[in-house]
């Protein structure tokens, strides 16, 4: 649907841009930052809101050997995209998953526990191939992976056994980090050091992984020594810091992928003393100009945002006033008139002056993760830069 009107040139109401050229500077900066270690660039729940399938192919341009999502279906839809030339790794399993089908895609999946253990040794019988399994270490996230020491020791003999049996084969030992976007943090160095015991467990018990991998984004980006064989980049792929306390995008050297953007719908003079969107949460405070915005929070902008989110009108940052509606929100010109049509950036880089994901986020007591992961369907993805 908004395909067809984003490539017929049509003028839009609304618009993420994605610019692949960002995301391919993004994948080769950061596996200059770990060049001992292959890069997974993280595509799940859509890329971040980017795209999946565009996201994934120009990361595969620029060098990620890997791709990783969250759930088998996300992984799925990669290969039945013809995305076939690249490993993809997916880890949030529940019982009775497209097991097989994971295995007849090639897919390699992580397993945290017996059940899951014993899913992909029956798929992989059934359909007569090898599974590649990769094992999931909980070092001190609290959340999924197998706890180390008699569940872990069990979970690497089963898992060695099916090996034995050429069902599996255990391609990776991997685990996740709770705090590494607050560096120095006590937990990290806690969470390295189960990591290597439970890495020397295995080896010991004669688990020959392909790849060792703990870092996210943060890690990669502040703790070479945490890089390992792969480096799994979600965030900072898409060009925008883990935290404000690593840094911004350009310190980082990363380039924020999506603008968002809308036409302003409708510019009128109101007196003072006007109410101003639901609840009548802004008043004007004299005579001025009001400009509509025709994207609300079904597009993913944040009602936590009311009379605090920033856009770019005109050349200069305006201010929701009053509440994000759920497809329109309204702010206050000052009495400027811009064009009716003209475009206001709701975020973007930062390079024309208009508000960042990371300023969104602070506005809406979030995370910049969240601002780009929440926009919605409705709005068109506009790529440019794309290789063809
Ligand atoms: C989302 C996710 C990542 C990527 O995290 P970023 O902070 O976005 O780099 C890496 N590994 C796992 C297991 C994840 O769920």
Redesign the pocket.
């Known amino acids: 649907m908004s395909e067809t009107a984003a490539q017929s040139g049509a003028p839009l109401r609304a618009r993420a841009e994605i610019d692949l050229a960002a995301l391919r500077a993004n994948v080769r900066t950061l596996r200059a930052l770990a060049p001992g270690a292959a890069l997974m660039a993280?595509v799940?729940s859509d890329a971040y809101g980017h795209g999946a399938v565009p996201c994934a192919r120009a990361a595969v341009e620029a060098g990620a050997r890997w791709l990783?999502t969250?759930t088998p279906e996300e992984a799925l839809a990669l290969r039945a995209a013809g995305i076939d030339d690249v490993r993809i790794m997916c880890?949030l399993w529940t019982p009775g998953g497209p097991w097989r089908e994971a295995v007849q895609a090639d897919l390699d999946v992580s397993v945290s526990g017996m059940w899951a253990l014993r899913e992909v040794v029956d798929a992989a019988r059934a359909v007569g191939k090898t599974a590649r399994v990769q094992l999931k270490g909980d070092t001190g996230l609290g959340r999924n992976g197998c706890q180390p020491g008699a569940d872990w020791a069990e979970l690497v003999g089963e898992a060695l056994r099916a090996e034995a049996e050429g069902v599996v084969r255990i391609t990776g030992l991997w685990s996740?980090f709770a705090c590494a976007d607050e560096p120095g943090h006590p937990s990290i160095a806690a969470q390295l050091s189960t990591f290597r015991e439970m890495l020397a467990y295995a080896e010991r018990a004669g688990v020959r992984p392909e790849v060792r991998h703990i870092a996210?984004?943060?890690a990669t980006l502040t703790l070479p020594e945490a890089h390992f064989d792969l480096v799994?980049?979600?965030?900072?792929v898409y060009g925008i810091s883990?935290s404000p306390e690593i840094g911004s995008s350009a310190d980082l050297g990363l380039r924020p992928v999506m603008t968002l953007s809308a036409s302003v719908a409708l510019v009128k003079r109101v007196p003072g003393g006007h109410g101003v969107s639901y609840g009548h949460h802004y008043v004007t405070p004299g005579e001025t100009t009001l400009g509509l915005i025709p994207v609300g929070y079904a597009d993913g902008v944040p009602r936590h945002a009311s009379g605090t989110g920033p856009v770019l009108v005109g050349g200069k940052w305006r201010t929701v006033a009053g509440r994000v509606a759920m497809d329109q929100f309204v702010v206050d010109l000052g009495g400027d008139e811009p064009a009716v049509g003209s475009e206001a950036v709701l975020f973007g880089p930062g390079d024309r002056g208009e508000p960042t994901a990371e300023d969104w986020a602070q506005a809406a007591g979030t995370i910049a993760?969240e601002i780009v992961t929440r926009i919605g369907s409705r709005v068109p993805r506009v790529y440019v830069h794309a290789t063809v």
């Open positions: 993280v799940k990783g969250a880890w996740h996210n984004s943060p799994r980049t979600g965030v900072a883990p993760y």
